[in-house]
């Protein structure tokens, strides 16, 4: 599986995008990228994933480089609530396994 | 109600006891997976199963067994409880295309004494 590197954390301005990074240059032509988030102890939660077009849904947008070695989670007007750890994530469709490493840490600031 | 749910929310449990960690979904999906987080850290899998009757371990299954009981239920047990399995335990469900990523549920904050 190929491995992904995150920030560990980040900050934002509330009504600003937050643009979290991910690398993941390893990555295979089959393997496809999520991205999770976890809001204190909560259970994570589904954001978004893609293979390599730019995807776009409710919550944000994925945009993934051309030749696939990073991307970026863009929540378009970030709010309080959006202060979460963010997990990107490559694999397979399906995902047999998902493993959750550190993430990056979003502080999103009044 | 959530579509999966676990049961207890909260255990308080002493040393050597056997304790079981229910999951319920109503997502119709044929896969369920238990997950393992200690403070600070991302999460790890304990066991999956991707129908009733096909069961895996994880990274971390040495102290844990489960059990499917039905597509909807899959439990965790603990046979002989130990301080260093206090963790917050996550249940969650996908379907077999992965269409839409993982639903997880709400924990179960698991303490051993």
């Known amino acids: 599986d190929a491995k992904t590197t995150q920030p560990p954390s980040m900050d934002c301005a509330e009504g600003r995008a937050a643009n979290l990074p991910c690398n993941h240059s390893t990555i295979s032509g089959n393997e496809y990228v999520y991205w999770y988030r976890q809001i204190h102890s909560q259970g994570p939660q589904y954001i978004i994933h893609g293979l390599k077009n730019n995807e776009t849904n409710e919550m944000a947008s994925l945009i993934i480089t051309e030749d696939r070695k990073s991307s970026t989670l863009i929540l378009p007007h970030a709010t309080l609530r959006d202060t979460a750890v963010y997990y990107c994530?490559?694999?397979?469709?399906?995902?047999?396994?998902?493993?959750f490493g550190g993430g990056t840490r979003l502080m999103v600031k009044p | 109600d959530a579509d999966v749910t676990q049961t207890p929310r909260n255990r308080i449990t002493k040393t050597g006891k056997r304790i079981m960690l229910e999951c319920s979904q109503t997502?119709?999906?044929?896969?369920m997976y238990w997950y393992r987080q200690d403070p600070g850290l991302g999460l790890r899998l304990i066991y999956y199963s991707f129908d009733v009757k096909d069961i895996n371990k994880g990274e971390i299954s040495d102290g844990y067994s489960v059990s499917r009981q039905a597509q909807a239920k899959f439990s965790l047990s603990l046979e002989s409880a130990i301080p260093n399995q206090t963790a917050l335990y996550f249940c969650a469900t996908s379907d077999s295309r992965g269409r839409y990523g993982y639903t997880f549920g709400s924990g179960t904050r698991l303490t051993v004494v």
């Open positions: 997502k119709g999906h044929d896969r």
């Open positions: 994530i490559v694999r397979v469709l399906p995902p047999n396994m998902l493993t």
